[in-house]
């Protein structure tokens, strides 16, 4: 409901009265309810500077559209049939008027930078108005753009033509509606539309009947433009499949679900022509379709499977396209050598790249969200910067001894919590670890970037036995030597990359780079835990590091026992397979507290802390090992005295 009603009256020629309210002679209570029931729908509030109605007395031959900055007249129970020509003003920059007021209009003149001479209402975008405006081109050259909106035909008798040259967009408000003619020409620059801009015309619908997508048992053309693809419904769980017309076609109309133009679905797209790849780009439709056919012999643009509106999980090419195969609804050249498009929506957990690939477009696997593990083939010599974007579930990847250099952001916005990197040689791609360490955030003016657009943790480089799975859970394939990588200043990553460039897998001095974790202290104390774990009490610095803070770091490790424990008791919502990952996670976390206080690295109130946790835990031996090493302390002072 409108609190405030803005009254404005203009007129601006004889027998012509526009006002920025739906009708000036109502009261504020009446004109507050007509208000609210007709523009109920609109996302702008009515003000002064709207005009929303108007009165026009018979005779008037031209209107003339100004006084407003805006034209929102949708009152269709006024009709106006004298006016044949409308002018608008030069501060007017947008006129949306209904379709069936203006029946007889066919002449429209502007000196307002928005609008081009037409004998339909064209509007242009704002870019060009604002070019226009500052004097850089003029409206012929506009015009000669194509890049023209239209916003209403008015009504077109049976025998009239509608020119779409220089139209590169048609609007939504079903300005189609009430048209009787079907001679549409010049579509071909037409890239954008709605299927709602052609219901009750006859161009769509001639019976003007709204149910037209159940009565349609054909595709729905209007010149190049795909208004309603024909889909059988689904009988007896049958698949379906819709084959796209095997002409040219420019625009698809948009209807936001399914295939475009349609509320129903097609499980498999067959696509006909190359035309058809460029018109889906062009009208932003979401594909459900779990199978895109391209049955096309020509160099295909695969940008057209965008994470943002494709939802397909297979990619086929027909055989007979000399350029692409597709293996598994993954897209390969011809010959095999290079891994084109892998869809964002590829459910392929486990994922070996075939032998042969040598190498992989650098949108391949943009935003992947379902890969998990992936080995990268053995003749595959370099990777590129962006091959792995915002792949967020990738935790496992194989790096093939035979790699040579990995350009630095080919994980952008990968390692999400942690990840692992696997190789079977000593000898490292130049630039994985520039490549695959996070950095820390630089500072804004405001301080620390947000955690949103921070990478996690760290990373780690496994070295493995050349005789194991490298795609093997980390249980199954334990490690020869490991490598932690923490979030790093860009300075201290230098150094690392550049000394592993020149020198083999150096176990000495993976030891030392967990203390590199910039200012995150408690991280820092994780990764000499596991670096103590791993390498068995022998390195002085992790040592050092556990004997000074060993309270501090019994104190997490009993905390995160008894979180997995407490959920594995509340165990109502778990899987049995979740049941046996918290188990081992725990029993994991015991043992890693019973090895640090038998190393006899720990003070008397770490100790202490420790003998004093619940006995309820089923920590009896890590209590008795503490107790037996607060014994030997206890001796040790006895002896001193």
Request: glycine share 4%.
């Amino acid at each position: 409901m409108i609190e405030k009603i803005v009254r404005k009256e203009v007129e601006l020629q004889e027998g012509v009265k526009l006002y920025s309210v739906p009708d000036a002679r109502m009261s504020d209570e009446e004109l507050r309810e007509a208000i609210d029931y007709d523009f109920s729908w609109n996302w702008e509030e009515p003000t002064a500077e709207m005009c929303q109605d108007m009165d026009i007395e018979p005779g008037v031959k031209t209107l003339i559209l100004g006084g407003f900055d805006e034209f929102r007249f949708l009152k269709k129970d006024k009709v106006f049939s004298d006016i044949e020509e409308i002018h608008i003003c030069e501060n007017v920059c947008s006129v949306i008027i209904s379709y069936n007021s203006f029946p007889n209009v066919r002449k429209v003149t502007s000196d307002s930078p928005y609008f081009l001479d037409s004998d339909m209402l064209v509007r242009l975008p704002d870019d060009i108005a604002d070019m226009i405006r500052c004097g850089e081109i003029s409206k012929q050259d506009a015009a000669d753009m194509n890049r023209g909106i239209l916003e209403n035909i008015f009504h077109r008798s049976k025998d009239e033509v509608v020119n779409l040259k220089g139209i590169k967009e048609i609007s939504r408000e079903c300005f189609f509606s009430g048209c009787e003619t079907e001679n549409i020409i010049n579509t071909d620059n037409v890239t954008t539309c709605w299927i709602d801009s052609f219901y009750y015309s006859k161009l769509f619908n001639p019976n003007n009947k709204w149910e037209a997508e159940d009565n349609c048992k054909e595709d729905c053309m209007i010149g190049t433009i795909l208004v309603m693809p024909y889909i059988e419904s689904v009988k007896n769980d049958e698949k379906n499949k819709y084959i796209f017309p095997d002409r040219k076609i420019t625009a698809i109309a948009k209807d936001g679900v399914g295939l475009p133009g349609t509320r129903r679905y097609a499980d498999t797209i067959v696509i006909t022509d190359e035309s058809q790849i460029n018109a889906i780009m062009e009208s932003g439709n979401t594909f459900c379709a779990k199978t895109v056919i391209l049955d096309i012999d020509t160099e295909i643009d695969f940008s057209m499977f965008d994470y943002r509106t494709c939802f397909v999980q297979n990619i086929e090419v027909i055989e007979s396209n000399p350029y692409y195969k597709s293996i598994d609804g993954i897209v390969y050249s011809k010959d095999g050598k290079k891994l084109i498009k892998c869809s964002p929506v590829r459910r392929c957990c486990n994922f070996k790249i075939p032998d042969g690939v040598e190498e992989i477009d650098i949108h391949a696997f943009d935003w992947n969200k379902y890969i998990y593990r992936i080995q990268l083939p053995e003749t595959l010599k370099n990777l590129k910067a962006g091959t792995f974007t915002t792949c967020e579930r990738l935790g496992v990847i194989y790096i093939p001894p035979m790699m040579e250099y990995i350009e630095d952001g080919c994980f952008a916005d990968y390692f999400y919590t942690y990840g692992l990197v696997r190789i079977k040689a000593r000898k490292m791609p130049k630039n994985l670890i520039k490549a695959i360490t996070p950095k820390l955030p630089k500072r804004h003016e405001s301080g620390w970037l947000p955690a949103s657009q921070q990478s996690k943790d760290y990373v780690v480089v496994h070295l493995i036995d050349k005789d194991s799975d490298p795609l093997e859970k980390i249980s199954n394939c334990p490690a020869i030597e490991r490598l932690y990588l923490p979030k790093m200043s860009e300075d201290r990553i230098d150094e690392i990359n550049k000394y592993y460039n020149f020198h083999p897998f150096d176990s000495q001095y993976a030891e030392e780079t967990w203390k590199y974790c910039g200012c995150n202290s408690l991280l820092s104390l994780r990764l000499a835990v596991k670096v103590f774990c791993f390498i068995n009490d022998k390195n002085k610095d992790v040592n050092a590091c556990i004997r000074e803070n060993g309270f501090t770091i019994c104190h997490f490790l009993m905390k995160d026992i008894k979180e997995e424990l407490s959920e594995y008791v509340d165990k109502h919502h778990l899987s049995e397979r979740l049941l046996e990952i918290k188990l081992r996670r725990i029993n994991r976390r015991k043992e890693i507290l019973l090895s640090i206080v038998n190393s006899g690295l720990l003070q008397e109130d770490a100790l202490a802390l420790v003998s004093d946790f619940i006995a309820a835990y089923d920590v009896s031996a890590i209590a008795g090992a503490a107790t037996e090493q607060q014994k030997k302390i206890e001796k040790e002072e006895e002896k001193k005295d």
